[in-house]
């Protein structure tokens, strides 16, 4: 069973700040996901990426699958960006989704 | 751009009480997921349903819980005799996954359910 593990928990930042979340997963995966989950409870796939680095728009998501850890990250972060960071690893098979705990992340105008 | 709808947004309903759930995942996809997230929880997997069967389920779904795809478009979640432990927002996502390859999932907006 992989057992994802994400930090912190709670961040809270100034508009504008450059903000870092990460996830690390216990066992090998062939991709790691990103979702963002709105504060009326809706999940927005990010990334999906099993390798390097992805970039959309000022999310940058990063990939080390030897070090299995991901980290996501926010340039010039803003107020709507406020939400629940959640990192899924998919298991073989049939990839259902293992889920982390999530990232609440509050942005102060 | 396709996406995943589901019915109802939000349901109330008795302890003991039956409940469906529905879904209408992405037409061409392949592979269909319920989730659920208790409130301040992560969210969990339930089951997934390939080539008209439950390809995977969790200890969470029991004898209590039955899916289906009745007509190739809906995807439906049943909740035979509701518990106050039920109460929950429950995703459903697809993906075009074969199975070997992971795909980007895509997630309906939930169903928030109360049992009362």
């Known amino acids: 069973k992989n057992e994802v593990e994400q930090s912190p928990q709670n961040l809270t930042a100034q508009e504008g700040e450059f903000i870092t979340i990460n996830c690390s997963y216990s066992?090998?995966?062939?991709?790691l996901h990103w979702l963002q989950q709105h504060p009326g409870g809706g999940i927005v796939s990010l990334f999906m990426l099993s390798s390097g680095k992805k970039k959309h728009g000022r999310l940058i998501a990063t990939i080390n699958i030897q070090e299995k850890h991901s980290s996501l990250h926010i340039t010039a972060s803003h107020p709507r960006d406020s939400a629940v960071y959640i990192c899924?690893?998919?298991?073989?098979?049939?990839?259902?989704?293992?889920f982390g705990t999530g990232t609440r992340l509050t942005i102060i105008p | 751009e396709p996406e995943v709808t589901q019915t109802p947004s939000h349901q109330v309903t008795q302890m003991g009480q039956e409940v469906i759930l529905r879904c209408v995942p992405i037409s061409n996809h392949l592979y269909f997921y319920w989730y659920r997230q208790i409130l301040g929880q992560k969210v969990e997997f339930l089951v997934s349903f390939y080539n008209n069967e439950i390809s995977e389920k969790s200890e969470i779904f029991d004898d209590q819980f039955s899916v289906e795809r009745p007509d190739g478009s809906n995807f439906t979640l049943k909740i035979r005799s509701t518990k106050l432990e039920d109460s929950a927002m429950y995703f459903c996502a697809s993906t075009g996954t074969s199975g070997r390859l992971a795909y980007e999932q895509y997630f309906g907006p939930g169903t928030r359910l109360t049992v009362t």
């Open positions: 899924a690893v998919p298991s073989f098979g049939n990839e259902k989704l293992t």
């Open positions: 066992v090998g995966i062939s991709a």
